[in-house]
């Protein structure tokens, strides 16, 4: 039970970076194992900020390095909550096309959104919600499983695209 939140913004103010920060924190209990914020521009586009958070509940792989966001070293972000049930057999598929750093199933989910794109995410059994920068693209993907059972809410304010995990935030 991880907690996810963002903003997607024309530019990030310090009353944005607050707002984002009391969003963030109202997330607090839903992640025991830790908790990390990046916050990253795209130029060239007209929503060209980002600020991204996770809390972590640790369940598949304990070691820090599976903290998110995650980074590949393409350069995509990923933040995630839930499970990927078929994140061993995935794993194996693509031990030659990702170079894995850790044993946590969100980096599976994050291998399978950078090689197959938005189609990656019918490859993915699971319940889960998460939110994807890939590389060199001026895009976020934000997308839950199949039957909703990780929810992700959404909403627009002022010139901000706000999302997360619980609707509190």
């Known amino acids: 039970m991880c907690g996810i939140a963002g ?3 024309k ?3 310090p009353q ?3 707002e984002f920060q009391t969003a963030f924190n109202c997330l607090k209990h839903r992640g025991p194992h830790g908790h990390n914020s990046i916050e990253f521009s795209f130029p060239g586009h007209p929503y060209k900020n980002l600020l991204l958070g ?3 509940l640790a369940v598949v792989d304990l070691n820090e390095r599976a903290n998110q ?3 590949s070293a393409n350069g995509s972000i990923l933040i995630i909550n839930g499970e990927i ?3 061993d057999k995935l794993r194996e598929q693509l031990k030659n096309k990702y170079n894995f750093n850790t044993k946590s199933d969100s980096e599976v989910a994050l291998a399978v959104l950078e090689i197959f794109g938005i189609s990656g995410v019918s490859k993915l059994d699971g319940m889960f919600a998460f939110a994807f920068y890939p590389a ?3 895009s976020i993907w934000l997308g839950r499983d199949r039957l ?3 929810p992700l809410y959404f909403t627009r304010n002022r010139e901000n695209i706000w999302f997360s995990s619980e609707a509190k935030p």
């Open 85 to 87: 049930y078929n994140a």
């Open 7 to 9: 903003v997607v913004s």
């Open 16 to 18: 944005t970076r607050q």
């Open 11 to 13: 530019e990030i103010t």
């Open 148 to 150: 909703g059972i990780k």
């Open 54 to 56: 996770h809390h972590r």
């Open 69 to 71: 966001p995650l980074l």
């Open 136 to 138: 060199g693209d001026s």
